[in-house]
């Protein structure tokens, strides 16, 4: 609800943004980027587009089938033709079916997959060739129909390769139907379509490797533009969203707030005693902590939220559809596990947080929300570090409400 709006960004003068639109997501609490998986990598793909390349081959074997039934339908092929037909569909159905169901494919190279259902699809055009010669009308188109929907894929040698086999089974058949028939037209007719497959399949192959470099380039074209706009919404230091995005995320929300009504908490983290950490680390040592505090905290965010650092130690925590008390949890539980996380190496004393949170007013500008968030962490501060502070919302106009919220707000803790 909240991801991928169109209108471009507003700009405050403490939050200066540029009118680029940005989509957000932040699905993944993990602080390193999803691996930059090379073409044909192994691994796990979603299970959309397995979903999706199944119905695609389930749909070219359904146009064969269709196409074998018209032969029937003119008297050109037998019932039991048709009948092995079907089991040979249904017998490849179940097969990869139960490869993608179990999630065998997740464990198998995509080039690898695809090479077997094209060898597949024409060995069972084969046996019905062997069957029904008269079939074979259909074996030259559907040879190229079943080659181009593995030829972005596999690679041109290996289709070559396969074409090759192809070929040689296609003669086995060929001369099988002489020896049983002895019929010297049948045996001229399929020759004649052998010669025909023969010059224009590796033919076909050699210039469709061509559009196969050009699909290659575009994806790779893309995964580099994708990753460089990946880098362009991460802190380059911590791994987390930089300070560009998450105040183009808060403005976001805020004009969804507006709209919607829905509620919006906005969290700023601050490091306690960041200067002692520099001065016992060193300004490496310094970063290996923001670094790990930025993993323990993405860790403990929920899915939709967004955390990212707006500069120096200070982080914000933006919560989506969110009301004070869910917000206030998170934040106490990040409070927690960095204060008891194990850190290591030369600090003499642990590592702690001082967080603000509040919630946003209808009405009020992104500048004095995250003001009155930015209060909130300043109060933890002063009031002794390591703590959670909830400045309470006050209704826009209620300011003579707004100290007495404010001293009350560690009612909440």
């Avoid at 995964?223 to 230091?237: C, G, S, T, V, Y």
């Avoid at 929920?302 to 933006?318: K, M, T």
């Avoid at 206030?328 to 850190?343: F, Y």
């Avoid at 030369?346 to 967080?355: C, D, E, F, N, Q």
Wanted: hydrophobic content about 50%; glycine content about 8%; some cysteine.
């Amino acid at each position: 609800m909240f991801f991928g709006r169109k209108n471009p960004f507003s700009a405050t003068d403490a939050f200066p943004l540029s009118d680029a639109v940005m989509e957000f997501d932040d699905t993944s609490s993990a602080m390193v980027r999803p691996a930059r998986r090379a073409l044909d990598g192994m691994g796990p793909r979603s299970g959309r587009t397995a979903r999706e390349k199944w119905l695609l081959a389930a749909g070219l074997m359904g146009l064969y089938a269709l196409a074998m039934l018209g032969f029937c339908a003119l008297g050109m092929v037998d019932l039991q033709v048709l009948a092995v037909l079907g089991v040979l569909v249904a017998v490849v159905c179940a097969t990869f079916w139960g490869i993608f169901n179990t999630g065998l494919h997740k464990n198998v190279r995509h080039r690898h997959l695809k090479l077997a259902m094209v060898a597949t699809a024409l060995a069972c055009m084969l046996g019905i060739v062997y069957l029904a010669p008269v079939t074979q009308i259909l074996l030259a188109p559907f040879t190229f129909v079943a080659v181009a929907y593995g030829i972005f894929t596999v690679p041109r040698p290996t289709l070559l390769a396969l074409a090759a086999c192809m070929l040689c089974l296609y003669a086995g058949v060929v001369g099988l139907h002489y020896l049983e028939q002895q019929n010297n037209a049948l045996l001229r007719l399929e020759a004649l379509h052998w010669v025909a497959l023969a010059v224009s399949l590796p033919a076909f192959i050699a210039l469709m490797g061509r559009v196969q470099r050009l699909y290659r380039s575009l994806y790779h074209a893309s995964r580099k533009i994708k990753n460089i706009q990946e880098d362009a919404q991460r802190d380059p230091l911590v791994g987390c969203f930089n300070r560009r995005y998450v105040l183009a995320a808060l403005e976001e929300q805020k004009q969804l707030a507006d709209e919607s009504g829905i509620p919006l908490c906005l969290a700023v983290l601050d490091i306690d005693h960041f200067k002692r950490i520099n001065d016992e680390l060193g300004h490496l040592g310094g970063d290996e902590v923001l670094r790990t505090f930025a993993r323990i905290a993405q860790q403990g965010v929920r899915g939709g939220d967004v955390f990212g650092r707006y500069g120096g130690e200070e982080f914000l925590l933006i919560f989506p559809g969110t009301s004070l008390l869910p917000a206030l949890n998170t934040c106490e539980r990040i409070r927690a596990q960095v204060e008891t996380h194990a850190w290591t190496g030369l600090l003499k004393g642990r590592v702690t947080v001082s967080v603000g949170v509040t919630q946003y007013v209808l009405g009020e500008s992104v500048l004095e929300f995250f003001s009155r968030a930015d209060t909130a962490m300043y109060m933890a501060k002063e009031g002794g570090r390591n703590q959670v502070v909830v400045e309470e919302p006050v209704a826009k106009g209620d300011s003579q409400l707004s100290d007495l919220s404010i001293s009350n707000s560690n009612a909440f803790l």
